[in-house]
T-cell receptor
Framework: GAVVSQHPSWVICKSGTSVKIECRSL??????MFWYRQFPKQSLMLMAT?????????EQGVEKDKFLINHASLTLSTLTVTSAHPEDSSFYIC???????????FGQGTRLTVV | AQSVSQHNHHVILSEAASLELGCNYS??????LFWYVQYPGQHLQLLLK??????LVKGIKGFEAEFIKSKFSFNLRKPSVQWSDTAEYFC???????????FGSGTKLNVKP
C-alpha cells in the first residue's frame, strides 16, 4: 500500500508551548487528510478533515484555534497543538487518501506528552 | 449525524471458536467499509475493506466480512480464532457525501489458549 509518514513519532513539550506534527504522503497525492486522536484504550476520534488548499473541517467539540491544521500541498498536512496543556497529551494519528473512492492510509502516529 | 457502532466491547473466546464482531453504521448513502486490527503496543493494520462488488470480502489472516446494505452492517468473521488474534478490532466507515472517515469504538478480543 501507499506510505504515509508522520513526524515526530513522539514528542515531549512543556505546558504552554506549541507543537507541530507533520503528515506526509510519500508516494501519492493526498487530496484529503484526516487527523485523529486516540486516548489510551479508546478508539480513534476524528478531529478534523482537511482538503488540500482549503480550510479544515473540524468535528464538534474540537477547538479550531487550539488544533491548527494546514494542508498546503498535496503531500503535506500539519497539525499544530497551540499552547499545549497536559490534557492534550495523547496519541495523534493522521491518514491520507488520494480520492473519494480510495483507501485511506495511516501514519505511524505521534505520542505527545505535555509536562 | 453519521456514526459507526460496535456493540461488542469485549469478547473472550477459546482457541478454535468462531468469531463474529458486529459493526453498524448510520447512513444510507455511499460508504466504504473497513476493518482494522491493533495488536497490543502496535499501530493499526488493515484487515480488509469493501468498496464495491461482492459483499463478502476476504481479508488477511483468515478474516472475512459481509456487507449487508439493508442492515447497514459490515460484520467481521473468522471461523476459527487463534491465540495470536488477541487484539483490538476497529470498524471504520468512509461516508462519501460528507467526506468523513469515522471509527467505531473498538472491540477487544481475548483468545484463551
Amino acid at each position: 500500500g501507499a506510505v504515509v509518514s508522520q513526524h515526530p513519532s513522539w514528542v515531549i513539550c512543556k505546558s504552554g508551548t506549541s507543537v507541530k506534527i507533520e503528515c506526509r504522503s510519500l508516494d501519492f497525492q493526498a487530496t484529503t487528510m484526516f487527523w485523529y486522536r486516540q486516548f489510551p484504550k479508546q478508539s480513534l476520534m476524528l478531529m478534523a478533515t482537511s482538503n488540500e488548499g482549503s480550510k479544515a473541517t473540524y468535528e464538534q467539540g474540537v477547538e479550531k484555534d487550539k488544533f491548527l491544521i494546514n494542508h498546503a500541498s498535496l503531500t503535506l498536512s500539519t497539525l499544530t497543538v497551540t499552547s499545549a496543556h497536559p490534557e492534550d497529551s495523547s496519541f495523534y494519528i493522521c491518514s491520507a487518501r488520494g480520492g473519494d473512492n480510495t483507501e485511506a492510509f495511516f501514519g505511524q502516529g505521534t505520542r505527545l506528552t505535555v509536562v | 449525524a453519521q456514526s459507526v457502532s460496535q456493540h461488542n466491547h469485549h469478547v473472550i473466546l477459546s482457541e478454535a471458536a468462531s468469531l463474529e464482531l458486529g459493526c453498524n453504521y448510520s447512513y444510507g448513502g455511499t460508504v466504504n467499509l473497513f476493518w482494522y486490527v491493533q495488536y497490543p503496543g502496535q499501530h493499526l493494520q488493515l484487515l480488509l475493506k469493501y468498496f464495491s462488488g461482492d459483499p463478502l470480502v476476504k481479508g488477511i489472516k483468515g478474516f472475512e466480512a459481509e456487507f449487508i446494505k439493508s442492515k447497514f452492517s459490515f460484520n467481521l468473521r473468522k471461523p476459527s480464532v487463534q491465540w495470536s488474534d488477541t487484539a483490538e478490532y476497529f470498524c471504520a466507515v468512509n461516508f462519501h457525501n460528507f467526506n468523513k472517515f469515522y471509527f467505531g469504538s473498538g472491540t477487544k478480543l481475548n483468545v484463551k489458549p
